[in-house]
């Protein structure tokens, strides 16, 4: 017994000094990080914070955006970006980008792979920009909502939209410079304050829900819901599907890859529900790891030539991959089609409301603001957060935007901008991984969109649902998005009605207002008649 104890005693100081040596450590780094020069510029002191608790605050906040690496990049391969026709392995007709082909299923692979660089590289320059030019400790990424608008919207499934996929590179790079000039000129929150609060939250709200249908649906999600002849919709998650148009053939619920996706969605939802960081990372991990065994009815590399082609490139693990195809890819030859003004409209709108309103919040967590309501490097972040946009269109992914991830790091005490400059560094570091990243599937991905639709649903709660003239413009904004699979027709819906029911108000206005003039004007009237009568009296006498 007393040699157990003096065994316990022993480990127990050992571990003692362990832990204290760290913490002195600890110490002695962040005292020598603060009183040089990078702790002067970062301002590490008057912030009240330290070089451990910046990296801290990084690792939380990458942990929680890293999945935007492989969602965006899935999301806007599903427009087929420069894949055409041409691409497609003979015999082939115009309809083969729509159908299951070898030649154009390599060139999707090729510019997925694209994207998951390009998307890291626009999260690298956004991120270190944000902290060292504004030394604000905030995450940049190609955001939510605008890269499904881009892909399903502007360009469509494979291409089959309206705008193509250059012309769309085109309209980010035009909509990112409008937003550097109104930011530069500190039009930026005063723009923001015209729009209708109710048609701003609906806004956001109908994003969230575009998005989470999008995470329901084959080809880009779990497979859940697919198409039906009689209803347009239904539940699926077949088995048995048909490869062109999606169709349910068999086995409805089924779908062994949809039951696996449901698995990593629970695993995230209880991440969340216990605050653990990473949670979204932990679901996609999940179901990416089981999906990548093969012979299985899960595995993301079927025995074809494609899955035999990307199992290879998979193995290699680690790898750097060159952008070949999307960057410079712009094109503004049709800017004189309506599609596209509609476009350069919508996203500009949407980037006023979600990304300026972003930014604010993430500097009321950290306790930026000041009584005024402004905050310090307000200026630069707005010009930085445009900036990025631009550098994000030449390289081939929609606008970047500050990501609602960064309040994880806040919470972690993230104060400075060396804390954007460390998230930086982890997508750097993530570059040499394309292998992998480009191997998850769309049942990993799925889920994570619902819950980001979740996330964005919270906003409702801010509508008043009492006030018929608030709450049906922001009704007929969320629910016009998912149902007519369209960002632009909500936004245009909600904006159309908010002015139509508010036709009463401004005549009310301008009759009272009417009223008032006649009165003053009558009240003068009478005033020089009755001067002039005092005037004409004093003549006669």
């Not at 712009?330 to 996203?347: C, G, H, M, Q």
């Not at 901008?417 to 570059?431: K, R, V, Y």
Request: net charge positive; aromatic share 10%.
């Amino acid at each position: 017994m007393g040699r157990d104890n003096l065994c316990a005693n022993m480990r127990g100081g050992c571990v003692s000094r362990f832990r204290n040596s760290c913490s002195q450590m600890e110490k002695s780094l962040n005292d020598a990080v603060s009183k040089s020069f990078l702790g002067s510029y970062f301002k590490l002191e008057a912030r009240k914070s330290c070089f451990t608790r910046e990296l801290r605050a990084a690792v939380a906040t990458f942990l929680t955006m890293a999945y935007i690496i492989t969602v965006n990049a899935t999301i806007i391969a599903a427009s087929g970006t420069t894949c055409s026709a041409a691409d497609c392995s003979p015999p082939a007709g115009p309809d083969c980008v729509v159908g299951p082909n070898v030649g154009y299923e390599s060139c999707l692979a090729r510019a997925k792979s694209d994207l998951v660089v390009a998307t890291a590289v626009s999260a690298l320059i956004g991120s270190v920009s944000m902290g060292l030019l504004a030394n604000l400790p905030l995450g940049l990424a190609p955001g939510m909502g605008p890269n499904a608008y881009l892909a399903f919207n502007m360009v469509g499934f494979h291409g089959t939209g309206s705008v193509p996929y250059r012309t769309a590179l085109a309209v980010i790079c035009v909509e990112g410079s409008l937003f550097l000039f109104i930011s530069a000129v500190g039009l930026r929150g005063k723009l923001a304050k015209l729009i209708p609060n109710s048609v701003r939250l609906g806004c956001a709200a109908g994003i969230g829900l575009f998005i989470a249908f999008t995470g329901l649906q084959g080809g880009l999600g779990v497979g859940l819901i697919g198409p039906d002849a009689s209803n347009l919709v239904t539940l699926t998650a077949c088995k048995y599907v048909n490869p062109e148009t999606g169709a349910c053939l068999g086995g409805k619920m089924q779908s062994p890859k949809f039951w696996l996706g449901l698995v990593g969605f629970l695993i995230t939802c209880y991440g969340l529900m216990k605050n653990i960081k990473g949670s979204m990372i932990y679901g996609i991990l999940f179901v990416t790891l089981v999906s990548w065994f093969r012979h299985t009815e899960v595995t993301y590399f079927p025995n074809t030539p494609l899955g035999d082609a990307n199992f290879n490139y998979f193995k290699q693990v680690v790898g750097f991959h060159k952008i070949e195809s999307i960057a410079g890819a712009l094109s503004f030859k049709e800017f004189n089609r309506k599609e596209v003004w509609v476009a350069l409209a919508t996203l500009f709108y949407v980037d006023v409301l979600a990304i300026t309103g972003t930014m604010y919040t993430m500097a009321e967590i950290g306790g930026f603001v000041d009584e005024k309501g402004h905050f310090e490097g307000e200026y630069v972040a707005y010009m930085v957060d445009a900036g990025s946009t631009i550098v994000g269109s030449a390289l081939g992914v929609s606008t970047t935007a500050t990501f609602v991830e960064s309040s994880a790091g806040l919470r972690e005490g993230g104060r400075t901008g060396l804390t954007a400059i460390f998230i930086g560094l982890f997508f750097f570091l993530s570059l040499f991984f394309t292998p992998l990243l480009t191997s998850v599937p769309p049942w990993a991905i799925g889920p994570s969109l619902v819950m980001v639709g979740v996330m964005m649903m919270k906003v409702v709660k801010e509508i008043d649902w009492t006030n018929t003239k608030d709450a049906v413009p922001a009704f007929a904004t969320m629910i016009l998005m998912p149902l007519t699979y369209s960002i632009a027709n909500g936004i245009i819906g909600g904006i159309g009605l908010y002015i139509a029911l508010s036709l009463y108000d401004y005549a009310a206005s301008i009759i009272n207002w009417l009223r008032k003039t006649r009165r003053v004007v009558v009240k003068e009237q009478n005033q020089v008649s009755a001067t002039a009568g005092a005037d004409s009296a004093v003549e006669i006498i």
